[in-house]
């Protein structure tokens, strides 16, 4: 696991991108309170949990057999980072509705995330394309999988969790120019992660 700290890195540059999560997020925040928003973040980080699973574990078997594969996967996850940072820094920054909301049971606000988690292509390609560059082929790999998936949860958690803490901070400076420059930043983050995984293969 000598690429753990890289994937730690990655892994945060992608959770910290203002997207869908990020916005459901700071929406539960500032329309019903902290409280709220962190049962959103446990089933956005449930989704991811689950997402993971159905993407990276049938994965795991075509890479245990096939080196073929694996260049592949290597390929299609640079490929993936490199449309990752052009799309980010390309894009407007994140704008957030303010008007008020009828409130949302918890559980509600739980199967929400969840659910956005499976309509999220990104997290889909993520686990698909970029997790597997992390997992050593000479070493089992359910191991490698659960701690790279709930390192990825811990992450989320934690990012969300900053960005719903400061609410009331991130959305002016996301909905300014704070948040284009982030995704200047991060979109050459990406570029460069994609030039790397290119270089690798």
């Not at 999560?21 to 700071?26: N, P």
């Not at 299609?76 to 052009?86: D, H, S, T």
């Not at 008020?100 to 739980?110: C, D, N, Q, V, Y």
């Not at 790279?148 to 400076?173: K, N």
């Amino acid at each position: 696991m000598g690429m753990y700290p890289i994937f730690i890195v990655m892994a945060t540059m992608t959770i910290l991108s203002p997207g869908p999560g990020v916005l459901k997020s700071l929406t539960n925040a500032l329309h019903y309170g902290l409280r709220p928003a962190f049962v959103g973040i446990a089933g956005l980080a449930c989704g991811v949990f689950c997402v993971a699973a159905l993407s990276a574990t049938s994965v795991g078997v075509v890479l245990s057999t096939s080196a073929t594969a694996f260049l592949f996967v290597r390929l299609l996850g640079a490929a993936y980072l490199i449309y990752l940072g052009v799309k980010l820094w390309r894009a407007p920054a994140m704008t957030l509705s303010t008007s008020g909301t009828a409130a949302k049971p918890g559980r509600t606000l739980f199967l929400e995330g969840w659910m956005l988690q499976f309509s999220n292509p990104g997290a889909v390609f993520f686990f698909l394309s970029v997790l597997p560059q992390f997992i050593n082929r000479a070493h089992a790999y359910l191991p490698q999988f659960l701690l790279l998936v709930l390192t990825f949860c811990a992450l989320l958690v934690l990012v969300h969790g900053s960005y719903v803490l400061c609410a009331r901070r991130a959305q002016r400076w996301l909905s300014a120019g704070g948040g284009r420059v982030f995704n200047r930043v991060g979109g050459a983050a990406f570029l460069l992660f994609g030039a790397l995984l290119l270089r690798a293969a």
